[in-house]
């Protein structure tokens, strides 16, 4: 299956993960690296990357 550069960039792009309890939150990256965004559910600061399949 071929893979949509507007899907792709629409599902992956800003979408960060929490590390403790896996919510997901579309933030600018420089905001996540800086520690200014909280996880809306658990109020921890710790995020990864959204994983691509």
Known sequence: MAKIPE???RIFK???VCK???TKV???PQKILKGKIKCRKCKKRA???LKKK
């Open 7 to 9: 899907a792709q960039n």
């Open 26 to 28: 579309r933030a600018d």
């Open 14 to 16: 800003n979408v960060f």
């Open 47 to 49: 995020f990864r990357p």
């Open 20 to 22: 403790k309890c896996g």
